[in-house]
């Protein structure tokens, strides 16, 4: 039988009348509900715009077997899955359809897609029910139509027998490849079809090899710069920005938009990503201007700008001291600790603190059991005797902790107020130098102390060589604390870190987080690195009785470096691969620059 159109003004209590009604719902309820294309769907069901991005995603999830859309921040792609799950359900024979969702953990699985799956389930009044029973999914009557599972249930995946198969992949940055081999061999039939959607924050995950040419993939860009609210009248207020984009031939928005409602052009505003998000980010991360040897214009962008605004993975020498997928890869593993109840790890405690007084910057300080940075406590115009007590009331509550301090200005007044109630403090001077320190390989030397802390945790979070577990809580300031500051090989192998003010100068302010979390990973250095500590603490004495247990934890776990830096060329390591795409961007748009503006 045919089934009421819901574009009829009274839809809403057809579609009551048809659920209250046995023998009418019977007959109905295995037909589609609707024949409409996604997007007159989406605004007659959900009174929302697609956005031209919205729009490029769906041709291709529709034309192509295999989509993936490396996206920046804040583009919509969640609530573009969410909308497209209802859709699919909706304009299939009930039965004949099912949708897979997975992202990298439980909590981006039921907080993200599905969180926006439900708010379009109530919206556009579909059929069934969303729940929890164990995972998310969608039940009509006693039909499973969706379900979403993170990448550990792989088994999960197998035996979903239907004819139409959509299978998404969220945040598929950090979704491992066997996953990804599961989500192909469910795409078996010719009628399922695969979409890839998250920030490219890898140069060497699976997720940037199947956004490279020649994958199989097609692939649709999703530059920040390029959605709709970057309009003449928006970016004309960010010099900095508006000369970013001319420097790289990106037109204002305003053609994207002209045709669209003045109701969903608000919409966008609240919700997708602003010029004035990005040039804050400019200026945090240091995203600067300046003219080259050659006399070029060229501009300073770290990884954390090619990822969450341009869309893409990061290019040749945007990486700096650590590579931004290393990070991620300790953010995914603290939310899975989170997620899991915050099991305490075997260790002692230990506390590092970055000592601010009473101006602008914060005093931070972070606690760390084995592996695990437990919290990261942000403290602004807390006085340096408040900080000293709070350490004192730290280190006296659990037997056995250490605390390792910025020793340098302020810091040492903390530092002696600590030990003047004879409780294990180390006294961490950057600017020291590092003579007897190496490389875990053994072959490079440290400018100084601070470059060899950096390194230090830097070769902790080597996803090759590292112990592989550690976590860090993630933090969009501690991200650019340690992805930002760049490095170099000096004559004779020894290696330098930025120093730190010049890190200040680019990103406007200390970088107090990175600094905490490598003071908190310091104690568990190289012998040799501990020794050089050993020369500022109150007494041998006072080190010895716990040192050598804090160094065992981390230095157990470690293998051996399993190969060594094969190429330094101008400072820089060689990255992995060719991170260059041949990629489809939605706003190609006709007509001059110059006349844009």
Not at 141 to 167: M, N, W, Y
Not at 345 to 355: A, E, Q, Y
Request: glycine content about 8%; charged content about 25%.
């Amino acid at each position: 039988m045919s089934v009421p159109s819901v574009a009829e003004p009274d839809g809403a209590s057809l579609y009551e009348r048809l659920e209250a009604d046995p023998l009418t719902l019977a007959a109905a309820m295995f037909q589609p509900r609707t024949t409409d294309s996604f997007e007159k769907w989406a605004q007659s069901r959900l009174g929302t715009w697609l956005t031209p991005a919205q729009i490029a995603v769906n041709e291709s999830v529709v034309s192509h077997r295999y989509t993936a859309v490396p996206s920046c921040h804040a583009a919509g792609k969640s609530r573009y899955a969410a909308m497209k799950v209802g859709h699919y359900i909706d304009s299939h024979t009930l039965g004949s359809a099912f949708v897979v969702t997975t992202a990298p953990t439980s909590a981006q699985v039921e907080s993200v897609l599905w969180r926006e799956l439900g708010r379009v389930h109530r919206e556009a009044k579909l059929r069934g029910r969303l729940t929890r029973a164990g995972y998310p999914q969608w039940r009509v009557g006693d039909e499973l139509v969706a379900f979403g599972r993170r990448p550990t249930e792989v088994a999960s995946f197998q035996g979903i027998h239907a004819k139409f198969v959509l299978i998404i992949l969220e945040e598929a940055d950090g979704i491992p490849e066997a996953l990804w081999i599961a989500a192909d061999t469910l795409a078996s039939s010719g009628a399922a079809h695969v979409l890839a959607i998250g920030n490219p924050d890898s140069a060497d995950s699976h997720f940037a090899q199947v956004v490279r040419p020649g994958s199989g993939w097609n692939v649709v860009s999703i530059d920040g710069l390029r959605t709709p609210n970057f309009t003449k009248r928006a970016v004309n207020r960010f010099p900095d920005l508006k000369q970013y984009m001319i420097d790289h031939g990106i037109p204002p928005a305003d053609k994207l938009v002209q045709h669209v409602p003045h109701y969903a052009r608000h919409e966008w505003q609240e919700v997708l990503l602003s010029p004035v998000w990005v040039a804050e980010r400019m200026e945090r991360w240091g995203v600067k201007r300046f003219v080259d040897e050659s006399g070029k214009v060229r501009w300073r962008e770290p990884a954390l700008w090619w990822s969450k605004v341009r869309g893409r993975p990061p290019e040749e020498g945007s990486e700096g001291l650590i590579p931004l997928s290393w990070l991620e890869a300790a953010f995914r593993r603290w939310d899975l600790w989170d997620e899991a109840g915050r099991p305490r790890p075997d260790g002692r405690l230990i506390i590092g603190c970055d000592v601010a007084d009473t101006g602008k910057d914060e005093t931070v300080m972070t606690r760390r059991i084995g592996p695990i940075i437990m919290t990261m406590e942000r403290v602004g115009q807390q006085d340096t005797e408040t900080t000293s007590m709070r350490l004192v009331g730290a280190l006296q509550k659990i037997a056995g902790s250490v605390a390792c301090v910025d020793g340098n200005g302020l810091g040492i007044g903390v530092v002696n107020r600590v030990r003047s109630f004879r409780l294990p403090v180390l006294s961490y001077i950057g600017s020291q130098k590092a003579e007897g320190i190496v490389d875990v390989t053994g072959e490079f030397k440290f400018a100084n102390t601070r470059s060899a802390a950096y390194w230090h945790l830097r070769e902790l979070l080597d996803p090759v060589n590292g112990p592989g577990d550690i976590a860090i809580p993630r933090d969009e300031d501690l991200a650019a604390d340690l992805t930002v500051p760049r490095w170099k090989v000096k004559l004779g192998g020894v290696i330098a870190v930025e120093p730190k003010d010049q890190v200040v100068k680019r990103l406007k302010r200390s970088p107090d987080c990175g600094d905490a979390v490598v003071m908190t990973f310091w104690p568990d250095s190289s012998a040799e690195a501990r020794s050089r500590i050993v020369e500022y603490s109150s007494t041998h004495d006072d080190i010895d009785s716990w040192a050598s247990d804090v160094v065992r934890p981390l230095a157990a776990r470690r293998p051996g470096h399993r190969r060594r830096i094969e190429e330094l060329g101008r400072g820089q390591l060689t990255l992995r691969g060719d991170t260059h795409m041949n990629v489809h961007t939605y706003s190609e748009i006709d007509g001059g620059w110059d006349t844009e503006w």
